[in-house]
């Protein structure tokens, strides 16, 4: 599986963007998706994970109400709705995936078998 991120920029506190990860080369619907962040000078953290269906969703509490996260199977892709943007969540956002079955979803960052490059979100105060 090969996950191909887009989407980053810069935006104003407040505002909304939406990342996209693209994925290729295994049966997509095989794993559960998650959404990591690292800022400069800190641990990368995991802030939203999907399951293999789509059906659970797992928030880090500090984008719970913010952000928004889905999946197409048909279309290989998985998708993270940002709104209300703070300058805290400037990073780089990653997208990784973890073979699974069943229902699971994880905001644990080592959960993660296989990573995309990374796409910069910068929020300016």
């Known amino acids: 599986l090969q996950l191909v991120e887009s989407g980053g920029g810069l935006v104003q506190a407040g505002g909304s963007l939406t990342l996209s990860c693209l994925a290729s080369g295994s049966r997509f619907n095989d794993y559960t998706i998650g959404w990591l962040r690292q800022a400069p000078g800190k641990e990368r953290e995991a802030v939203s994970s999907i399951s293999a269906s789509g059906r659970s969703t797992s928030y880090l509490p500090a984008v719970g109400g913010r952000f928004n996260i889905t999946r197409d199977n048909a279309k290989n892709m998985v998708s993270l709705q940002m709104n209300n943007l703070r300058p805290e969540d400037t990073a780089v956002y990653s997208c990784?995936?973890?073979?699974?079955?069943?229902?699971?979803?994880?905001?644990?960052?080592?959960?993660?078998?296989?990573w995309g490059r990374g796409t910069q979100v910068t929020v300016s105060s």
């Open positions: 990784a995936a973890l073979r699974t079955r069943g229902e699971v979803t994880s905001i644990q960052r080592n959960s993660y078998q296989i």
